[in-house]
Every structure is written in C-alpha cells, then in structure tokens.
C-alpha cells in the first residue's frame, strides 16, 4: 500500500488516518477491536486519538480512547506495526485547555499507560490556551522527545498567530518544530482552511490531517432533511448543513460517485486526498461497511471534471 512521510520525519503512514474518537463512546472495548482489527488488517497502520477522549461520556478525565487503544496494540502485539498520535491540552471535565510545561510532562506520562507504550509517535498540541508562552510548550516536547516519550510534534487547533510564533520560537530557542496540522477541513468547511492556513502549510512543509473530513456524517450523504438529523446521535452536528449550499455540495457528490460507482463519502475523502499537502483524512468508523468507504477512497483518482464538479459546487464554503 502506498504511503507518505509526515513533514520532516521518518514516520511513513497510509493515506487514512482512523479516529479514535468513538472508541469508548459509541463503541464499547469488543466493538473497538473489531473495528482495529479490520484497519489494520487491510495494510492501514494510522491511529489518531487524544486524551481528551472521552471525557463527555462521564465528565471526568477522559482517556477511554487511548485505554481502549493500549489494550488492543498489546492484545494484538501491533505496536511495532502502528503509528500513533495522540493529543494534549484539551479540557476535560478535570481541568481546563492547558498547554502549560507542567500539564505536558503529566498528560504524556499519563497517555503512555493508557496506551501501555514507552513511545508516541507524533504528539499533538490539541487545543492552545493563548497564554502558556509558545516556547514553553516546546521546552515541554523537547524535553519527552529527548526522553524517548515522543518521536515528533504536530500542533491541531492554534490561530494562526500562535502557530507562525511557535515557528518563530522553534528556529530561535533551538526547540522542536511542529511537523503536522491537524484542521477542521472538508467540502463544507473551506473558508477558514483555505485563506489563514494553507500558506502556512506550504511554507513550513507541515503534513495536513483534516478533522471532521465527513463533516459529522454530513457528506456521507444520509442527511438530506430535518427528519433525517434523528439518524444517529452526531446528527445535530450537521444541521448548519441543511441550506441550499449544502444540498448543491451533496448534490455534486452524487455526480460523481455515480460516476465512479462509489459512496459520496469516498468521493468526498478522495476530494481531500487531491489537495496539496493533505497526508491523510481523519475519519471514524463504527461497523466493516463503514471502513469500506475509508478504504475505498485512496482508491479513487479523480479527474480534472470531477475536481470541476466538486469545486464549483463547494466554492461558497471557500469564498464566504
């Protein structure tokens, strides 16, 4: 299977990212390790989780996903075979958004058994608390990474500005530099992307692992209508959707997954995979029909048409 090597770094991985999310939440401990078990058993080795995961389930202190995690990767005797990333910073029902050197050096120690590893392969700053100074969070991944706690450093939900002074702060203070991105970015959500990350992305050659790349179910094409929102306990998520823009996105997605006799929601990953810099979209799965259309999707090669289709009819989502 081909793979591509996140921004500067010897982590190679296939061109799906899993989410770790619904471990713990949808999916309880046997459910999770059906849905592991197929992922990686069809040549997939990318795992995305955070420790944040999840917390909403009780309000405490998260960690279902990565406890969920450690068990299978031990269970299975994988770990040499997957590429884990976890999160830190996120509140949790315990404590708020912290990027703080002190709440690092717990929160990994934490993470690694949960997730029974000695190693991170690539540890995300989640959320940023807009006050910890940039440079200490980095003495913070210096500091793991020097350890062997973690291998390498992305960064998820900074500004802009937050994330071009952590550049800045890596290059003065001879710290670790963040090696991935992981935005909010598919069809339905290109504005914010598109104009303030982007030329980021390009200038510091991050990798790009989009979140949400399903837009919550919505682009899987299942929500077409107000009564549809009752199909599953994300749909509320996708209610902002249901405009005119957002049936015309839909509406394209079925052009050209007719076309290819494939899902709206392959096509709507594929769409992702033939942006620049994209590595691999995140997204979750709950049963083997679902991980079909992940799997499907690397599969597509989309033409100078369809990319035509796609754009026109997303375009509002760029320029709005």
């Known amino acids: 299977m081909e793979k591509i090597k996140i921004g500067k770094t010897d982590l190679e991985v296939a061109k799906i990212n899993l ?40 309000g405490k202190g998260g960690g279902q996903s990565e406890t969920i995690l450690g068990k299978w990767m031990k269970s299975r005797n994988s770990r040499e075979r997957v ?30 058994k949960r997730l029974q590893t000695d190693y991170i392969d690539l540890y995300y700053t989640h959320f940023d608390d807009e006050k910890t100074p940039v440079e200490e969070t980095l003495s913070a991944y210096d500091e793991i990474i020097k350890a062997g706690k973690v291998r390498y450093i992305a960064a998820s939900n900074l500004s802009p500005k937050r994330l071009e002074a952590s550049f800045e702060a890596s290059k003065k203070y001879g710290l670790p530099q963040y090696q991935a991105l992981q935005p909010h970015y598919n069809l339905v959500e290109r504005e914010n992307y598109e104009t303030k990350y982007a030329s980021l992305v390009e200038k510091y050659d991050l990798t790009v692992f989009p979140y949400w790349s399903l837009a919550a179910g919505f682009l899987t094409g299942k929500y077409r209508s107000k009564e549809d929102l009752n199909k599953s306990v994300r749909g509320g998520s996708v209610k902002q959707y249901l405009n005119d823009k957002g049936l015309a996105v839909l509406s394209a997605l079925d052009k050209v997954s007719e076309k290819h006799s ?59």
């Open 19 to 58: 989410g770790g999310n619904v471990f713990g939440w949808t999916l309880d401990e046997k459910q999770s390790f059906e849905i592991l078990d197929e992922f990686s058993e069809n040549g997939f080795n990318f795992i995305d989780t955070a420790d944040m995961y999840s917390y909403w389930v009780d």
């Open 83 to 112: 590429i884990m990333a976890t999160k830190v910073g996120g509140e949790t029902g315990l404590h708020p958004v912290d990027t703080s050197k002190k709440h690092i050096l717990e929160a990994v120690d934490s993470s690694l």
């Open 262 to 320: 494939t899902t709206p929601a392959t096509v709507s990953l594929a769409w992702l995979l033939a942006q620049p810099n994209i590595g691999a979209p995140i997204a979750s799965a709950t049963s083997g029909k679902q991980l079909e259309t992940l799997f499907k999707a690397p599969e597509i090669a989309l033409d100078n048409d369809d990319l035509k289709v796609l754009d026109e009819a997303s375009a509002v989502f760029r320029d709005c």
